[in-house]
Structure formats: structure tokens, C-alpha cells
């Protein structure tokens, strides 16, 4: 799986818009990027995912760069529960059972 | 709902006590996984199931056992704990062939003293 580069922590006002940056620049051309976050010591919560186009659900937005290197998740309009570690993931496409490969992740407070 | 299920949240047990960690999913998932998390070490696959009866390690499989008689449950089993297992655990699940995350459970605090 591609290794991934996120800064280690980050802060974002309640009710401004959080952008998390995610490098990967070794990514491969059938490989997806996956957000998860984690809550304290809660279990990890799948956010989003996507392989080259802009993603939008109810949770956050997946921006993409064009070569696919790197790419930004965006929670629009952050609260404190959103505190939380994001982790930025490469996979390959479903139906391969392969590992989830977890890094250091973000480290997002939101502060009022 | 649709959830991971994992028993008991919070153990402590000494070390050599044979213990089993419950993990079931109600979601009809073929793929069911465990992690370990440590902290500075992030969270770290030890076995994994792709269906019944098919388990694999992943990359810290040792000390632990498991096993997938059934879909919806795929226990841990630590034969003889030792204090280096104390951790924090989780199962997760997800279906196969399909774009989408996975499900973790909310984690079982393992304390081996």
C-alpha cells in the first residue's frame, strides 16, 4: 500500500471550515484514498473515500489533485465534536482484502 | 443497527490465563479483521478472514489465535497471555468486492499484569 504524509496536528475554530492535507505521492493508478477518524479511544469511523474525482457526503468533502499525489478532506463547518485523529489511507479497489495500513494521522482540535 | 460488536470493553487478567475476545458484525460481511493499538505504534493488523474457515495473519499475529466458524463472529484468542499484550483491540468488517469503509467495533481494553 502507498505510505501517506499528514501533519501531525492541527487547529480549526468552531464553525470554520477544517482542511486536512494528505501527500501520496507514491499512490498507484487502481489505489483508493480512504478518511477514517478516531474519537478519543473510540473505534476508527469511516468518513470518506475516493479514487480521482471529488467526493462529497454527509460528513466532509474529498478534494483530489489532478496527478492524484495528494489530497485534502474538508469538514465545512467544524463543531468540537469533530475533534478527533484523522488518518489518511491508501488501499487497493474493493474486493481485495487488503490491510487497512494506519499512520500517525492529524490530530484536529477544534477550539471555540 | 448495523454494528461490530466486541466483549468485554475493559479486561484485566494475569499473565498465562487463557482469555477469549468476542467480535461480532450483523452486517453479513465476508471480511472480518483485528487490530492492536499502542501508542507512538498507530494501530497494527493481527489476523485476518476473507469468509468462514479462511483466516490469514497479518503483521503481528504472534501470541494470538482465532478462528471463523461462523460469518458473523471471529473471536481472539490469546492462549497464554503475557503483559507485552496489554493493548487496546479492535475487530473490524467490511464486505468484499465492494467500494466502502470499514465497521470497527468501539475496542476491549486488555490489561495482562
Known amino acids: 500500500d502507498a505510505k501517506t504524509t499528514q501533519p501531525p496536528s492541527m487547529d480549526c475554530a468552531e464553525g470554520r471550515a477544517a482542511n486536512l492535507p494528505c501527500n501520496h505521492s507514491?499512490?498507484?493508478?487502481?489505489?483508493?484514498v480512504y478518511w477514517y477518524r478516531q474519537i478519543h479511544s473510540q473505534g476508527p469511523q469511516y468518513i470518506i473515500h475516493?479514487?480521482?474525482n471529488n467526493e462529497t457526503n454527509e460528513m466532509a468533502s474529498l478534494i483530489i489533485t489532478e496527478d492524484r499525489k495528494s489530497s485534502t478532506l474538508i469538514l465545512p463547518h467544524a463543531t468540537l465534536r469533530d475533534t478527533a485523529v484523522y488518518y489518511c489511507?491508501?488501499?487497493?479497489?474493493?474486493?481485495?482484502?487488503?490491510?487497512?495500513?494506519f499512520g500517525t494521522g492529524t490530530r484536529l482540535q477544534v477550539t471555540l | 443497527e448495523a454494528q461490530v460488536t466486541q466483549n468485554p470493553r475493559y479486561l484485566i487478567t494475569v499473565t498465562g490465563k487463557k482469555l477469549t475476545v468476542t467480535c461480532s458484525q450483523n452486517?453479513?460481511?465476508?471480511?472480518m479483521s483485528w487490530y492492536r493499538q499502542d501508542p507512538g505504534l498507530g494501530l497494527r493488523q493481527i489476523y485476518y478472514?476473507?469468509?468462514?474457515?479462511?483466516?490469514d495473519k497479518g503483521d503481528v499475529p504472534e501470541g494470538y489465535k482465532v478462528s471463523r466458524k461462523e460469518k458473523r463472529n471471529f473471536p481472539l484468542i490469546l492462549e497464554s497471555p503475557s503483559p507485552n499484550q496489554t493493548s487496546l483491540y479492535f475487530c473490524?468488517?467490511?464486505?468484499?468486492?465492494?467500494?466502502?469503509?470499514?465497521?470497527f467495533g468501539s475496542g476491549t481494553r486488555l490489561t495482562v499484569v
Open positions: 473490524a468488517s467490511s464486505l468484499l468486492g465492494r467500494v466502502g469503509g470499514y465497521t
Open positions: 507514491t499512490i498507484s493508478g487502481n489505489e483508493y
Open positions: 475516493g479514487l480521482k
Open positions: 489511507i491508501v488501499r487497493p479497489p474493493p474486493g481485495t482484502a487488503s490491510k487497512l495500513t
Open positions: 452486517m453479513n460481511h465476508e471480511y
Open positions: 478472514s476473507m469468509n468462514v474457515e479462511v483466516t
